[in-house]
């Protein structure tokens, strides 16, 4: 079974300063989906990025990116030039792409920004 | 834009009460999902629906069934619903199965029992 693993459950970034999420999944599948949800407190959860496996090139969002790295199954997320806004609750996803819809989510990553 | 919408932000029932969350989406979506969140948990899927009267579980289903008669509606119904049920509980949808469109998410609703 596939599992997402975040092992940051907090961080702190001073604002305009740059930050690194981890995440880690462990699944025997060569194709398939990740993606980051931002949550931000009481506020819907929302799409950040998302990258497909099968593509090399890192995902980019403005000021969001990634660092896809398949071989070592490592996903990790950096938000340049933080922003007071960019406080969440993130959360790394992964879907395989068979008929299972299921997406598994890592356990979350507190994001706090320091004025 | 995708709208999920679920009824109710905030909900309190009394033990042992039958209580049901409902979830619409206006996007035709086939899939729909419902997860609950604790703190330190994340997400955990409790249930999920492909087409309109499907449903699959998820690694949470005790204590809990689904609905859906309409393809835009999932409801989630907690048959007697206990205090560890209390947590906060989501609803998604997405459009099918094999694209590598996201899980669209409601605001939440954040159940209480006592």
């Known amino acids: 079974a596939q599992t997402v693993t975040q092992s940051q459950p907090e961080m702190s970034v001073q604002e305009a300063e740059t930050v690194t999420l981890s995440c880690t999944y462990d699944?025997?599948?060569?194709?398939?989906?990740l993606f980051w949800y931002k949550q931000p407190p009481s506020r819907q959860m929302i799409l950040v990025i998302r990258?497909?496996?099968?593509?090399?090139q890192n995902a980019t969002e403005n000021r969001f990116s990634v660092n896809f790295q398949k071989a070592a199954k490592s996903f990790s997320l950096k938000i340049s030039d933080s922003q007071l806004g960019d406080a969440a609750m993130y959360f790394c996803?992964?879907?395989?792409?068979?008929?299972?819809?299921?997406?598994?989510f890592g356990k979350g990553t507190r994001l706090h920004i320091l004025p | 834009d995708v709208k999920v919408t679920q009824s109710s932000r905030y909900l309190v029932k009394r033990t042992g009460e039958k209580v049901f969350l409902e979830c619409v989406q206006d996007?035709?979506?086939?899939?729909m999902f419902w997860y609950r969140q604790d703190p330190g948990l994340g997400l955990r899927l409790i249930y999920f629906?492909?087409?309109?009267?499907?449903?699959e579980k998820g690694d949470i289903p005790e204590g809990y069934s689904v609905s859906r008669e309409k393809k835009e509606r999932f409801s989630l119904i907690l048959e007697s619903a206990s205090t560890n049920q209390t947590s906060m509980y989501l609803c998604a949808s997405t459009v099918d199965s094999y694209s590598n469109q996201p899980q669209h998410f409601g605001d939440g609703t954040r159940l209480s029992i006592l």
């Open positions: 990258q497909e496996a099968y593509k090399q």
């Open positions: 996007m035709d979506h086939e899939n």
């Open positions: 629906s492909y087409d309109v009267k499907m449903k």
């Open positions: 699944t025997s599948e060569s194709d398939y989906y």
């Open positions: 996803a992964y879907r395989s792409r068979n008929r299972d819809d299921k997406i598994i």
